[in-house]
């Protein structure tokens, strides 16, 4: 079975957010990274919430900014 996990470093981050403003949760779920046309992303999920809303930040940026 051939390796599925992408050889370079995540672009972009995924996370779970339960609730809003200052008193919401985020919990890091996954990765992103971008194809190389540009046109997409590969994305690997390590949980999948059942509610709250999944939100997609560039690695290394502070969570919970403008959205």
Partial sequence: MSDLKPKNKPS????????????????????????????GF?????????SGRIVMRREGSEKGGAQ
């Avoid at 779970?16 to 990274?33: K, N, P």
């Avoid at 590969?42 to 059942?50: A, D, M, N, R, T």
């Fill in 42 to 50: 590969s994305i690997k999920l390590e949980s999948v919430p059942l």
């Fill in 12 to 39: 972009f981050a995924l996370f779970s957010v339960q609730g809003e403003g200052e008193s919401a949760r985020w919990s890091r779920i996954g990765a992103a990274w971008p194809h190389k046309d540009g046109d």
